[in-house]
């Protein structure tokens, strides 16, 4: 469920169903997850309910769920972003 979206930020709640994997992927502005329910997995660590991970730009990971699944609330590309002016 996207949450905002704002030059390249996007915010959302993402449920993960059990026994997902997502393919490996870059983040280059970065990424900020705090885990919510379940588990979340990457090939870093396993994170429960709770945990937060703070992810600099170009960071690379291939995350996963198992059986109890995941709802993360996550934000990408503001991490390293340029202050935005108003």
Not at 37 to 44: I, L, P
Not at 48 to 59: D, E, K
Request: proline content about 10%.
């Amino acid at each position: 469920m996207p949450l905002h979206s704002y030059r390249g930020i996007d915010t959302a709640l993402v449920r993960w169903a059990p026994n997902t994997r997502f393919d490996p992927h870059v983040h280059p502005g970065g990424e900020e997850i705090f885990v919510l329910e379940g588990v979340f997995r990457d090939e870093f660590g396993a994170y429960p309910a709770g945990s937060w991970l703070r992810s600099p730009p170009m960071s690379r990971h291939t995350p996963y769920t198992e059986a109890e699944g995941a709802l993360i609330y996550v934000k990408v590309g503001h991490i390293g972003a340029p202050f935005l002016t108003r």
